[in-house]
Structure formats: C-alpha cells, structure tokens
C-alpha cells in the first residue's frame, strides 16, 4: 500500500535549521510528484511546493522562495524539506503529499499524506 | 490575490444533511478544479472530492461535490459522528501559481 512516512518532531531555536524527511513506499516514486505543505497551530493549510521526482527540479510558492530548499534522493524513494534562519512563525506541522494528477482526472490533488512533522522554534 | 472563503464552523444532527461552502473572493471558480479534504485533529487531511464532483475510492456517496459561479460545496449527507472534522476546499490558481486553500469549516455533529 501506499505510505508516506515522515521523520519525527523536532525542537530547533531561532536562526537554526531543520531538515524533514519523507520516505515513499508502495509505488514508483518517480511517478508522482511531491508536494509540501504546511498547518500553523490551529491555522489552515499553505501551500509551500513541489518537486518533479524525475528531475529533482523544486518549485517554490511564493511565499516561500529563498529559506527553505526542496531535495530528494530518489535511490531510496525519500523528499526532503530543509527550512533555514528559522522564526517562530514556522511552527507548524509540515507534510509531504503526493499529487495525484493522472488519478484524478488529469486534475491536481493530494491523494496520500504523510503523518505530518511539527517543527516548534522556540528559545 | 484570491481566497477561497468558508464558514467557520457547521453543524447538524445524526441522520441530517449539511452543506459547507467554498466561495471565491477575486473572480468565478468557473472551469477551476476544486478539491475537498477532510482533516479530523490530530491527523493528516484526506482527500475527499477531486475536480469538483468525484470521489477518490473508499469516500462513501455520502459525501458530494458540487459549484456555481463563484462558489464551491460540500454536501454531506446521513451525516455520521465520525464526519466531526475540519473540511478545506482547495483550487490550484494559474495566476498566482499556487495552491489556495480555504480557511476550512468545522463540522460539529450534534
């Protein structure tokens, strides 16, 4: 079945970095691109990008251009999300998912989440 | 910019029918695809309409898509305790290149 299974919490202080991975599993990964996004406490979700799993190729949301770098090591199926200089405003729950464009009628969605990460920056 | 704004909260009773709202603040929904995803707290959201109307398998027929003009909704009917949950619309905008999501409503089952 299909999984996507992400690393666990982490407690970083401002200015630190963090990097949150997501493992796939149960179909060809590079099939699918993947896609992240992020839920302040409480909040709604946001959009942060996506990267083509055959190029490695990320793109951004505007809103998250030059602090966080999308990667991915396709040899063992993993997306990885990094954040720099971070601020207490992204604490939040962050997840992988994978869009499921030709499932959906060539139409965009995320049909498998991963568990979500939370990420807290606190001094 | 466009928001995709929702009620904040619905409720209804065991057995009843609720719809939550999707409406689009910049301009028609028109030909856009919208997606519906369910979150119960403490979980990852899950799919539940994709392109307006369709249902991923597993989603029960309970649970229907519909829009027109500059709106989007969920209908939920033979509404089930475990429906309790944060409902987001979602619609990919060409202009912004971005996902928009709604500010999601939260479904109380009375």
């Known amino acids: 079945q299909v999984q996507l299974v992400q690393s666990g919490s982490e407690l970083k202080e401002p200015g630190a970095s963090v990097k949150v991975s997501c493992k796939a599993s149960?179909?060809?990964?590079?099939?699918?691109?993947l896609n992240w996004l992020r839920q302040a406490p409480g909040q709604g979700l946001e959009w942060m990008g996506w990267i083509n799993p055959n190029t490695g190729n990320p793109t951004y949301a505007q809103g998250f251009t030059g602090r966080v770098v999308l990667s991915l090591d396709t040899s063992v199926s993993t997306a990885y999300l990094q954040i720099s200089s971070l601020k207490a405003e992204d604490t939040a729950v962050y997840y992988c998912t994978r869009d499921a464009f030709s499932s959906c009628s060539k139409t965009n969605c995320f049909d498998y989440w991963g568990q979500g990460t939370l990420i807290t920056v606190s001094s | 910019q466009s928001v995709l704004t929702q009620a904040p909260s619905a409720s209804g009773t065991p057995g009843q029918r609720v719809t939550i709202s999707c409406s689009r603040s910049?301009?028609?929904?028109?030909?856009?695809?919208v997606t519906w995803y369910q979150q119960v707290p403490g979980t990852a959201p899950k799919l539940l309409i994709y392109n307006n109307n369709q249902r991923p398998s597993g989603v029960p027929d309970r649970f229907s898509g519909s829009k027109s003009g500059t709106s989007a909704s969920l209908a939920i009917s033979g509404l089930q305790s475990e429906d309790e949950a944060d409902y987001f619309c979602?619609?990919?905008?060409?202009?912004?290149?971005?996902?928009?999501f709604g500010g999601g409503t939260k479904l109380t089952v009375l």
């Open positions: 910049s301009s028609n929904i028109g030909s856009i695809p």
């Open positions: 149960g179909y060809t990964f590079t099939a699918f691109a």
């Open positions: 979602a619609i990919w905008d060409d202009s912004l290149n971005d996902w928009v």
